[in-house]
């Protein structure tokens, strides 16, 4: 029983979708209606600055955070911690208010991962970062430290914890679905952190 209120209440913190509370509250705007219409960071910095796609990951870390500290409290072990991330993700992806069109749950798996196993979500979180560089792109990192976690924590064990986590992997696969297809097309949109960073430092022009 436990797992069923894990998984619920981490569904109801999911909903809680800070792109949609920012661009209502703060820019009285609907992030769906511009961009790629998803309700989520890359979005929001994209169309509306990066300052509002730093707010938005924020956020969406902050309910998580505070949704795992409940659960840890309330309900103390991972597996439990696993069933509320997967909640989180499903109602972060596909929120009941918003009929199902939500986000991808990068920043809820992220913080997910480093709550879960900080040493083991650090390292696969450079991982993916590392990739972002070397692929200058969005779409398959995440998905690749999240699979790198999940094989990990499945050999690791628990073993249901680590099954959990291959199914949030599996929701945040779905979400992707379309992006990954323009990847293998080589369609997908190219994101340079390097050249962003040494461009913000001044030393290109």
Request: aromatic residues 12%; proline residues 3%; positive net charge.
């Amino acid at each position: 029983m436990t797992r069923v209120w894990s998984l619920l209440i981490g569904y109801a913190f999911g909903n809680l979708l800070f792109a949609m509370i920012i661009g209502k509250f703060l820019l009285h705007k609907n992030p769906t209606k511009y961009g790629s219409h998803n309700p989520g960071t890359a979005n929001m910095g994209a169309v509306f600055g990066k300052k509002w796609g730093i707010l938005t990951c924020l956020g969406d870390l902050a309910k998580t955070l505070i949704c795992l500290l409940i659960i840890h409290a309330v309900f103390p072990g991972q597996v439990n911690i696993a069933y509320a991330g997967l909640g989180l993700i499903l109602g972060h992806c596909f929120p009941i208010w918003m009929q199902g069109r939500g986000g991808k749950g990068v920043a809820v798996a992220a913080q997910l991962l480093v709550f879960y196993d900080w040493r083991a979500g650090f390292v696969c979180l450079l991982i993916g970062l590392l990739l972002v560089i070397l692929m200058k792109n969005l779409t398959v990192s995440p998905l690749v430290f999240v699979l790198i976690f999940s094989v990990y924590e499945t050999i690791k064990g628990p073993v249901e914890g680590g099954i959990v986590l291959l199914v949030c992997l599996a929701v945040m696969a779905y979400k992707f679905r379309y992006d990954i297809v323009d990847f293998v097309q080589g369609n997908g949109k190219r994101v340079d952190v390097l050249y962003s960073i040494k461009k913000k430092m001044g030393i290109l022009k």
